[in-house]
C-alpha cells in the first residue's frame, strides 16, 4: 500500500519539460498580433500554452490593450512579462527566463513562446513585415512569417503555422 502511494505521489510530481519557441522580429512586426491569433489554434489541439514576454515597461497585466493582457484574452494559461530584474507573475525578484521556464514547467505546460529573444539561442520563429523591415533581425530563425519574398508562412496563414509548430514538438 505505502509503496503503491509512493509510486503515485511521485508520478504526480514529474516534471513535464515544455517545448520552447521564441516568436523574434523587429519592433511593431506584429509578433503579439502573430501570438493571439496563434495561442487559440493551439489550445484548440489540446496544447497548455504559456507566453513568456520580454519587456521592459509592461508591468500591467489587467490593463486592456497591453500586450499581456492580449496574450491572456488570446487564451495564454499563463503569462510571464520579464525585464531582466524582475517579472509580473505575483512577486518581483531578480529571475532569467530559466527560473521562469522552471515555474512553467512546474505547471506541466506544452509549449511556452517566448516573445523576443532575437538574440538569444533559443529555436525561433520570426515575423518580418516590409513594413518595418525587409530582412530577418533574429540570429538563425527556424522559419519566417511574413510578408516579404521567401517567407515560410504569410501573415494569415496561422493554422499551416501550428501543424509546422507541432510537427516540431517535441524536438523544441
Known sequence: ?????????????QLKQPAVLAVSGAHNSGKTTLLEKLIPVLRSRGLKVGVIKHDGHDF????????SYRLREAGAEGVAVYSGQRYLVTELLHLTEQDLLALFERHGYDLVLMEGY???????????????SETPVSI???AIVGDIPGADFGLEEIVPLADWICAQMPAL
Open 1 to 13: 500500500m505505502y509503496s503503491e502511494d509512493k509510486q503515485a505521489r511521485m508520478a504526480e510530481l
Open 60 to 67: 500591467t497585466p489587467d490593463v486592456p490593450d497591453t500586450d
Open 118 to 132: 532575437k538574440s538569444s539561442g533559443w529555436p525561433k520563429i520570426e515575423v518580418v513585415r516590409k513594413a518595418i
Open 140 to 142: 538563425q530563425p527556424l
